[in-house]
């Protein structure tokens, strides 16, 4: 064999299989792992030999991380260290979540979408969005800075608030036969284009407005292009199993795949609950669904403030939302709503205002509220709960991040033991005070559950991580150790990795994590980030 760019010399190979792992040395050269013998030191055979020899005594080698729901769709082009992820041994992102984000769009959706998730990516205003298309989101992640790549490597989600949004705006009505059309059309051309499927956002304007028909139709489109659909459904609160099986029904009917996004049980309805989810789950499964989810090892979530918003008030879009704040009389409903009715965008539950903690603002002069609950933000100004978010909501923009400290401990353990469990960190990166998850999920993963509560096995976690959101995104050649696959790897000590992240620090990098490699080149070296960026969009179907 010629001469490798690196071998890895005697790591503990986690190959992502799941099954035991083993000493090996490994051979990468030109982006791909051209050798691995096991035991190589032991039988006394010819060791593989490199340009660079990396000696990986005391720690484990495993396939690159892959995140089945990030937010970074627009940090990857802002931030080219972009090591919240990279230093959890994250290789690869799946972007476009919760059915909003920035492709498709026109001129005036763009402004429409960046307005309503400044909460999870920050006003946008800092990058120059000259696509308007899919393929062109795709293609200015393969350029990156400078024609030099990202961070990390990105696969994308057509989604389908932003594709309503273009067909026929913030409307809460079924579309027309020809709206409709017009949406099938978009979303063919997204996964034409190389999109991996299709995301929604349920509880979101104005993806929420769609009923099942209209999401079944869309998920048609999906189907033909062996893609995969990937819900944030209706209800993680009141009506969660209901929301569940909504969306496992429209896959059956769709015949297409399904991804359930940050699958979980929330609010104290759902208090030890998971057992009748995973029934549900299993019998889907045993019935022949092609079903996968992901979940982050955490118990609060994270959104806007804008979104526990009653649909109805959200319709019209941003402006219209803050116009409605602005009228006593319709700001009075929507507090009805919202503390006593449990509106849709709080999933059906009357909102704990001493629950929701808030995490980011866009204005700067706000930023006194940031680690606060809306509770004690209102006992501190001397007013109602309500009016204090009424207030932030307005001076905001409805550009304010919240945490919502609504989860179990046993739903979290119980979910990521699943057959059909995969990772995800639905990190939040803006904000002074973001969700611990966003810089924290893997070496939680490994560590936490792992290492000091043996939830998971090592072998079984890595797979969760790996190997199997790979086949669900339909990747041939990534989430194994394996002759010929991309050398996306990392390596981490088993003994010693864990998140440093906590809701007080939240951006503390890891410990335990000294490299990682993305398409055999060092992005993460000794511990310290690299120069290198070399990911790029990753295309269903390529």
Same mark, same amino acid.
């Given at each position: 064999m010629h001469l490798a760019d690196l071998v890895v010399r005697d790591a503990e190979v986690v190959d992502g299989s799941g099954g035991p792992s083993y000493r090996a040395d490994v051979a990468v050269k030109d982006g791909r792992v051209v050798q691995v013998v096991r035991e190589a030191a032991a039988a006394g055979c010819q060791r593989p030999a490199g340009t660079r020899t990396l000696d990986a005594e005391g720690l484990a080698l495993a396939p690159g991380f892959v995140d089945m729901h990030a937010h970074s769709d627009l940090a990857l082009l802002t931030d080219p260290d972009h090591s919240a992820k990279l230093a959890q041994g994250v290789t690869l992102e799946v972007l476009g979540q919760d059915g909003l984000s920035y492709a498709p769009v026109d001129d005036r959706t763009l402004a429409e979408v960046r307005q309503a998730v400044a909460g999870w990516n920050g006003p946008g205003d800092d990058i120059d969005v000259d696509w308007r298309s899919v393929g062109g989101y795709l293609d200015r992640l393969d350029r990156g800075? =400078?024609?030099?790549?990202?961070?990390?490597?990105?696969?994308?989600?057509?989604?389908?608030?932003?594709?309503?949004?273009?067909?026929? $705006?913030?409307?809460?009505? !079924?579309?027309?036969?020809?709206?409709?059309?017009?949406?099938?059309?978009?979303?063919?051309?997204?996964?034409?284009?190389?999109?991996?499927?299709?995301?929604?956002?349920?509880?979101?304007?104005?993806?929420?407005?769609?009923?099942?028909?209209?999401?079944?139709?869309?998920?048609?489109?999906?189907?033909?292009?062996?893609?995969?659909?990937?819900?944030?459904?209706?209800?993680?609160?009141?009506?969660?199993?209901?929301?569940?099986?909504?969306?496992?029904?429209?896959?059956?009917?769709?015949?297409?795949?399904?991804?359930?996004?940050?699958?979980?049980?929330?609010?104290?309805?759902?208090?030890?609950?998971?057992?009748?989810?995973?029934?549900?789950?299993?019998?889907?499964?045993?019935? $022949?669904?092609?079903?996968?989810?992901?979940?982050?090892?955490?118990?609060?979530?994270?959104?806007?403030?804008?979104?526990?918003?009653?649909?109805?008030?959200?319709?019209? $879009?941003?402006?219209?939302?803050?116009?409605?704040?602005? =009228?006593?009389?319709?700001?009075?409903?929507?507090?009805?709503?919202?503390?006593?009715?449990?509106? =849709?965008?709080?999933?059906?539950? !009357?909102?704990?205002?001493?629950?929701?903690?808030?995490?980011?603002?866009?204005?700067?002069?706000?930023?006194?509220?940031?680690?606060?609950?809306?509770?004690?933000?209102?006992?501190?100004?001397?007013?109602?709960?309500?009016?204090?978010?009424?207030?932030?909501?307005?001076?905001?923009?409805?550009?304010?991040?919240?945490?919502?400290?609504?989860?179990?401990?046993?739903?979290?353990?119980?979910?990521?033991?699943?057959?059909?469990?995969?990772?995800?960190? =639905?990190?939040?990166?803006?904000?002074?005070? !973001?969700?611990?998850?966003?810089?924290g999920t893997f070496p939680r993963y490994l560590g936490t559950y792992v290492r000091e509560q043996g939830v998971l096995t090592l072998e079984e976690c890595v797979a969760h991580l790996t190997s199997r959101p790979a086949a669900r995104l339909g990747l041939a050649d990534r989430g194994l150790v394996r002759e010929g696959y991309r050398a996306d790897l990392v390596l981490f000590d088993p003994a010693t990795v864990a998140e440093g992240a906590t809701f007080a620090a939240p951006r503390t990098g890891p410990l335990g994590i000294p490299y990682v490699l993305v398409d055999g080149r060092f992005a993460v070296e000794d511990g310290r980030r690299t120069d290198v960026l070399a990911g790029r969009a990753v295309r269903r179907g390529r």
């Open positions: 800075f =400078d024609g030099e790549g990202i961070a990390l490597n990105a696969a994308y989600l057509v989604p389908q608030g932003s594709v309503r949004m273009l067909a026929m $705006g913030w409307e809460k009505r !079924p579309p027309t036969a020809a709206e409709l059309d017009r949406m099938r059309e978009l979303v063919a051309d997204g996964l034409h284009e190389g999109a991996v499927g299709l995301s929604s956002g349920l509880t979101y304007a104005p993806g929420m407005y769609a009923d099942r028909e209209e999401l079944t139709e869309l998920c048609r489109v999906v189907a033909e292009f062996g893609g995969y659909y990937c819900p944030h459904h209706r209800s993680y609160g009141a009506g969660a199993l209901d929301a569940y099986r909504e969306v496992i029904g429209i896959a059956q009917d769709a015949g297409c795949a399904l991804h359930l996004a940050h699958a979980t049980l929330n609010f104290a309805e759902n208090k030890g609950r998971s057992g009748e989810l995973l029934t549900l789950l299993d019998q889907a499964l045993d019935a $022949g669904r092609d079903l996968t989810f992901d979940t982050y090892p955490y118990t609060p979530g994270a959104t806007t403030l804008a979104a526990l918003l009653p649909g109805w008030a959200s319709e019209g $879009g941003p402006g219209a939302i803050l116009e409605r704040l602005r =009228d006593d009389a319709v700001a009075e409903r929507i507090r009805h709503d919202l503390e006593v009715t449990g509106s =849709d965008g709080c999933h059906g539950v !009357p909102v704990e205002w001493e629950t929701v903690e808030i995490s980011g603002v866009v204005d700067p002069s706000l930023a006194d509220h940031v680690g606060r609950t809306v509770a004690a933000a209102a006992a501190a100004a001397g007013t109602s709960a309500w009016e204090t978010a009424r207030r932030l909501l307005l001076a905001d923009r409805l550009g304010t991040a919240i945490l919502q400290h609504v989860g179990h401990e046993e739903n979290v353990r119980a979910l990521m033991r699943h057959r059909a469990h995969t990772g995800g960190s =639905d990190g939040i990166l803006r904000g002074a005070k !973001p969700h611990p998850r966003a810089y």
